[in-house]
C-alpha cells in the first residue's frame, strides 16, 4: 500500500517533453498498444473539434453560455481513459472531453447549455453525474457514492472533477476530509488551469502546489502534467487502482492551462496578458503528443484523416440536434424532480399551468 507522503516532487509526473520526446528514466511504463496511442490522440482531436463547435453555436445565439475547455484535453482523455466504464464521474462543467470519452452524445450536452432538457440527458446512463455548474457542491456527491458502492460491496471508484478555485470552497474541504476519514474510493482530480474566473492561482493558495494539500487530509497527493495525456492517464490509473484495493482518496493535481476564456462571455484579455497566453500555447497538448507518437514512429497521416472525419460526423450531429431545437414544456420543470411527487410539488405544478393557461 502506497505511504501517505509527507513531502512532494514540486515537479509534475511527465512522461514526454514539452517537445514531444520521451523523457529520460520515466516513473510510469506506458505499455499501450498502437491502438490505444493513437486513440488517445483521436479523442483529443474529436475533443477539440466538437468545443470549436459548440463556441460557434453560442456565437450564433444557439446556446445561452459554453466553457471551452479548450488546452485541457489530455487532462481529461487521459484521466478518462484510466478508468473503467462502471467508474462513477462527477463533473463540474467544463470536461467535455470526459463526457465524449464516456459516449454521452455531444447533442446531450449541447441540450443543457440550450435549456432543452434539464440538466441534459444521457449522463447517468453512461456512470456520469449531470454537470455541476455550483462550484465544488459535487465533490461531497462523489464522496457519498464512493462510500455507498463500498457497502453493497463493489469495487468500483468514484472520480470528483474540480478547478483550482474549488479548492478554496468549503465544500470541497469537507469532501476531502470526509473521504480520507472514511478511507472512501474515491479520487480528485484538479484541473488546475491557473486561472479561476479572472483570480490567478496565487490568489488561491499559498501552498508549495494544490497537491500538497492532500498531506493535511492524509492522503497521497501527485502532481501531474496535466498537457501529458500518457502522464495523467497513468497517475488516474495508479491512484483508482488504489483506492479499488482499500487504500482510500488521492488527490490528483493536472497541471494544465485554460487557452480559451473562461466562458463565451468573459473578456480574459482585462486580467491576464498575451505573453501568457502564448507561453502556453506553445504547450499545446495536441501537437506535443502528435510529436511524441511521430518520435516513436507510430505517426501516420491516416490517424489525423480518421479523427479529423469523426469529428466532423460529430460535429454535424450536434448542430442538427441543437439548432432552432424547441424549448422544454414548463410543465416538465416538475416532472424529473422526485420518482413519487409530494403533495407541495403537485401544488407548485399545478400553480405554474394555470398562471400559463391565463397567458395564452
Request: aromatic letters at 8%.
Amino acid at each position: 500500500m502506497q505511504a501517505v507522503p509527507t513531502a512532494l516532487d514540486p515537479e509534475p509526473v511527465a512522461l514526454s517533453t514539452p517537445e514531444g520526446l520521451p523523457v529520460e528514466d520515466p516513473p510510469f511504463d506506458v505499455g499501450l498498444s498502437l491502438e490505444e496511442l493513437t486513440g488517445l490522440y483521436e479523442w483529443m482531436v474529436l475533443t477539440r473539434a466538437v468545443d470549436a463547435e459548440f463556441v460557434n453555436l453560442q456565437r450564433q445565439g444557439q446556446l445561452a453560455l459554453y466553457p471551452s475547455c479548450r488546452g485541457q484535453e489530455a487532462a481529461q482523455v487521459g484521466c478518462a481513459a484510466a478508468l473503467r466504464s462502471d467508474d462513477w464521474l462527477f463533473p463540474q462543467y467544463r470536461e467535455l472531453g470526459l463526457f465524449l470519452m464516456r459516449g454521452v452524445p455531444a447533442a446531450a450536452v449541447g441540450s443543457a447549455w440550450r435549456g432543452t432538457w434539464h440538466g441534459g440527458w444521457g449522463f447517468a446512463e453512461h456512470a456520469c453525474a449531470p454537470m455541476s455548474i455550483p462550484i465544488g457542491t459535487h465533490a461531497l456527491h462523489a464522496v457519498g457514492a464512493a462510500m455507498a458502492a463500498s457497502r453493497l460491496g463493489e469495487d468500483s471508484v468514484t472520480v470528483a472533477f474540480i478547478g483550482d478555485g474549488a479548492t478554496s470552497e468549503g465544500d470541497v474541504h469537507e469532501a476531502l476530509n470526509f473521504a480520507a476519514v472514511n478511507s472512501a474510493p474515491c479520487v480528485f482530480y484538479i484541473q488546475n488551469n491557473q486561472w479561476a474566473i479572472s483570480v490567478p492561482l496565487s490568489r488561491q493558495t499559498r501552498a508549495p502546489s494544490l497537491a500538497h494539500k492532500a498531506v493535511g487530509y492524509g492522503m497521497p497527493g501527485v502532481r501531474v502534467d496535466g498537457n501529458d495525456v500518457l502522464a495523467c492517464r497513468a497517475v488516474t490509473e495508479q491512484a483508482a487502482r488504489r483506492a479499488r484495493e482499500g487504500g482510500g482518496p488521492t488527490l490528483v493535481e493536472a497541471v494544465t492551462y485554460r487557452l480559451a476564456p473562461h466562458t463565451t462571455s468573459d473578456d480574459p484579455t482585462r486580467y491576464r496578458s498575451q505573453d501568457e497566453v502564448d507561453r502556453w500555447e506553445r504547450l499545446d497538448p495536441l501537437p506535443r503528443y502528435r510529436r511524441y507518437l511521430t518520435h516513436l514512429g507510430v505517426w501516420h497521416t491516416e490517424v489525423e484523416d480518421r479523427a479529423r472525419a469523426r469529428a466532423a460526423r460529430m460535429c454535424a450531429e450536434l448542430r442538427d440536434s441543437v439548432f432552432d431545437a424547441p424549448d422544454v414544456p414548463p410543465a416538465e420543470l416538475f416532472a424529473h424532480v422526485l420518482k413519487e411527487p409530494t403533495k407541495d410539488l403537485l401544488e407548485q405544478s399545478g400553480l405554474l399551468l394555470a398562471e400559463l393557461a391565463r397567458e395564452e
